[in-house]
């Protein structure tokens, strides 16, 4: 009887490095179908080494892969007599050497394994054990943090990266945004004449502005994460915009309210008061809109929604936002 233990049994130089094959384990405990329970605890038994005793035994019958079997179970059969092909389970969770880290990270969290077979056309090239996963999640969750802040993923720690390194990871996110941004002060002189006949407005910039991009980042950052984690689907936008406008109206109330509230302790009038009362509230609103939409959106058109970042989302709704205030001013005011 053949059996396979303990091989190098692939090469992975070639692929993306976020391929399962740069993560996989080469080292796997393989055993053929026909073997029998005492010969096959024999062979696993002998070929233990220092290395962590793994939970599943892959199973094959010639080159391809059939099955897999429980150490414990294995060891445990009193019938040394049966084979091991009547004992294994024939439905079995595997991926591909090629396939993206990001659909491994939602495939075990979602089905709670502790190791995977790597497959290529049936054969059995690698296995992914709590290790190589624990590693997989931790690259996932760290490519995502930086994505959202902006920045490109690092290559390798961070201590390991030069200046020059960091600069071009940075630098072409911060481009981008700072093009993006330049539009915010291209509103403020298209709606000078309205600054100009009510200077107080000026005054609630800043505030309106970052509240909507706060509120923006929020919703973005639980959208994103509950996409990342498969809670949260294509066909679900229209949930998800029932359930982001019912919560932002009840605080966009609540920031009207405090709005007010500032206005009255600055002593700026009715009218500037209901002004940035009102815009507080259609800010908040458009924010939950933009935010919710937006990256689902993306993984629509197969762009991952990690890049939908706080500094994007910001600065999307910095300038409608300001055209949101103005535009709402002159209404309240009768300015042209």
């Not at 060891?75 to 049966?82: C, D, F, S, T």
């Not at 902006?150 to 390194?165: I, Q």
């Not at 309205?194 to 950052?221: C, D, K, W, Y």
């Not at 993306?298 to 205030?325: E, H």
């Amino acid at each position: 009887m053949s059996h396979v233990v303990l091989q190098d049994l692939y090469q992975n130089s070639n692929f993306e490095d976020d391929a399962v094959a740069r993560y996989m384990n080469k080292k796997v405990f393989v055993l053929h179908q026909d073997l029998y329970v005492g010969e096959a605890r024999k062979i696993f038994v002998n070929q233990l080494s220092n290395d962590d005793i793994p939970a599943q035994i892959f199973i094959e019958d010639g080159t391809k892969l059939v099955g897999v079997l429980s150490v414990k179970r294995l060891l445990q059969e009193e019938h040394n007599g049966e084979r091991i092909k009547d004992m294994m389970e024939t439905t079995f969770f595997h991926v591909k050497p090629t396939d993206e880290r990001e659909h491994i990270a939602k495939l075990v969290d979602n089905n709670n394994l502790d190791i995977v077979a790597v497959v290529d056309n049936g054969r059995l090239v690698g296995c992914l054990t709590e290790r190589e996963i624990a590693q997989i999640i931790e690259d996932e969750n760290t490519e995502d943090a930086h994505m959202q802040g902006a920045s490109l993923p690092l290559d390798k720690p961070y201590l390991e990266m030069t200046s020059f390194e960091l600069w071009k990871k940075r630098s072409v996110w911060l481009l981008l945004l700072f093009v993006a941004e330049a539009y915010t002060s291209t509103v403020i002189q298209h709606f000078e004449e309205s600054l100009e006949a009510a200077i107080a407005l000026a005054f609630f910039i800043p505030l309106l502005v970052g509240t909507g991009g706060n509120s923006g980042t929020q919703i973005t950052s639980t959208i994103v994460r509950a996409m990342a984690l498969g809670e949260v689907r294509m066909r679900d936008v229209g949930s998800v915009l029932r359930k982001e406008m019912t919560t932002s109206i009840m605080i966009a109330l609540t920031l009207a309210c405090a709005g007010a509230f500032r206005g009255w302790m600055m002593g700026i009038g009715y009218e500037i008061t209901l002004i940035v009362s009102l815009t507080l509230v259609c800010i908040t609103l458009w924010a939950a809109i933009v935010s919710s939409v937006i990256p689902m959106a993306l993984k629509r058109f197969g762009v991952d929604p990690a890049v939908v970042s706080a500094p994007f989302i910001t600065t999307l709704i910095d300038g409608t936002g300001l055209i949101i205030y103005f535009k709402i001013a002159q209404w309240t005011l009768g300015l042209n």
